[in-house]
Structures are given as structure tokens and as C-alpha cells.
């Protein structure tokens, strides 16, 4: 199985929005509402932050949003702030009944 | 609130099996998935293998007949086994939860270093 394909970096500036798309195919993104999102400071565990495509975990700030069209899944995330400088992974269930990520995405807050 | 701890050896030489217990603290072991997730230094994760409280196990297709995990639940535990490890098997060996039915994880233990080479 192949790993979802994301931007290898994303950038912006304090307030900003910014969005990372995560593709895949049908058989995985594509034929499930199962994808996840993860976020990952350096040295720490990942973190989860979106679950079945744009539901958010109690606790999680309501400025992470999902979403999904097609093969392709997206994380957006409004008023950046610096302490959203950090790794984000896509996840999603496949029709292997397996589970695949994401490259990751680097994101930088300007 | 659950707690997930790994334990193991950092060092493993090449040709030999790794071997990682996961122990799980503040909630019951019963009722949800238990996985094994990798990260290799300086890369992306991916996902090892799962186990269900009922026995039933779950493995990554290229990891496939290399990889183990059992399930302890009295001691409210599992293990990855991972046999004739090479360097590229070198990364921190996180372990994870999932409820069943449901394809997230959460939450995460804090991660292993678990490094190949003789």
C-alpha cells in the first residue's frame, strides 16, 4: 500500500488561514469517511486532532476543520498561531481493511 | 484517563527480533483495538499492526510474516515482536489506541527509540 500524498511544507503568518490536502485513491480516501488528522511537535508524540473526516476530539480548538472531496482529504486551519508550528499527518482507513498515512506536512508560522 | 507507556530495548542487532511491551494504565484493556505505529528518524509514520481485546490481530501488508502482537490482559499489556530486523527498521515504535469499530488513534504513548545495527 502506498502512503497518502501530502505537501512536504505549508507556510503562513499569524493569523492566517492555511489549508493541507492529503490524496489518495478509492480505495482508500476516496471509499471511507475515515480519515484522520494528527498533529506532531518536535520530540512528541503525535496528537489527534481531526477524526472521520471533520469531527474534532473534545479539546481540540475549534479553528482545525476537515474535510474531503473525492480521493483528496484537507485540514484547514484558521487564525494561525504560533504554537500550531508543528508536523500534521493525514491517516485513513483502506479497503485491505489496513490503515495508511500520510507523508506528512511540515507547517511553519511566519 | 488512559496512559500508554512503551518498554524495550533501544538496540537491537541486525538479523534478530525486536521485542516492545506496551502497558496501559487508567482504563481497562478490554473493548478497543491496540496498535503498533513507526516513525523512522526524520520520516513520516506508519501504521505496524493491531491487535483486538478479543485476540484478533490486524498487520501492516509489507511487515507482513515479520510481525507479532500479543495480548497480556491481566497485566493489562501488549507486545510487538518484529523478527530479522535490518537498519530500516530503526525508528520510534509509538503504541496507540483505537476504539473498536472506530479508525483513529487515541491517545498515543510517548514513543521508543528503537535502533538496528550490531
Known amino acids: 500500500q502506498s502512503a497518502l500524498t501530502q505537501p512536504a511544507s505549508v507556510s503562513g503568518s499569524p493569523g492566517q488561514s492555511i489549508t493541507i490536502s492529503c490524496t489518495g485513491t478509492?480505495?482508500?480516501?476516496?471509499?471511507?469517511?475515515?480519515v484522520s488528522w494528527y498533529q506532531q511537535h518536535p520530540g512528541k508524540a503525535p496528537k489527534l486532532m481531526i477524526y472521520?473526516?471533520?469531527y474534532r476530539p473534545s479539546g481540540v480548538s475549534n479553528r482545525f476543520s476537515g474535510s474531503k472531496s473525492g480521493n483528496t482529504a484537507s485540514l484547514t486551519i484558521s487564525g494561525l498561531q504560533a504554537e500550531d508550528e508543528a508536523g500534521y499527518y493525514c491517516?485513513?482507513?483502506?479497503?485491505?481493511?489496513?490503515?495508511?498515512f500520510g507523508g506528512g506536512t511540515k507547517l511553519t508560522v511566519l | 484517563q488512559v496512559h500508554l507507556q512503551e518498554s524495550g530495548p533501544g538496540l537491537v542487532k541486525p538479523s534478530e527480533t525486536l521485542s516492545l511491551t506496551c502497558t496501559v494504565s487508567?482504563?481497562?484493556?478490554?473493548?478497543?483495538?491496540w496498535s503498533w505505529i513507526r516513525q523512522p528518524p526524520g520520516k513520516g509514520l506508519e501504521w505496524v499492526g493491531y491487535?483486538?481485546?478479543?485476540?484478533?490481530?490486524n498487520y501492516n501488508p509489507s511487515l507482513r510474516g515479520r510481525v507479532t502482537i500479543s495480548l497480556d490482559t491481566p497485566k493489562n499489556q501488549f507486545s510487538l515482536k518484529l523478527s530479522s530486523v535490518t537498519a530500516a527498521d530503526t525508528a520510534v515504535y509509538y503504541c496507540?489506541?483505537?476504539?473498536?469499530?472506530?479508525?483513529?488513534?487515541?491517545?498515543w504513548g510517548q514513543g521508543t527509540l528503537v535502533t538496528v545495527s550490531s
Open positions: 496507540a489506541r483505537t476504539p473498536i469499530g472506530r479508525n483513529w488513534f487515541d491517545p
Open positions: 487508567g482504563g481497562s484493556i478490554s473493548s478497543f483495538h
Open positions: 491487535i483486538s481485546y478479543s485476540g484478533s490481530t
Open positions: 478509492s480505495s482508500d480516501i476516496g471509499g471511507y469517511h475515515y
Open positions: 472521520d473526516v471533520s
Open positions: 491517516s485513513s482507513y483502506t479497503s485491505i481493511n489496513s490503515r495508511v
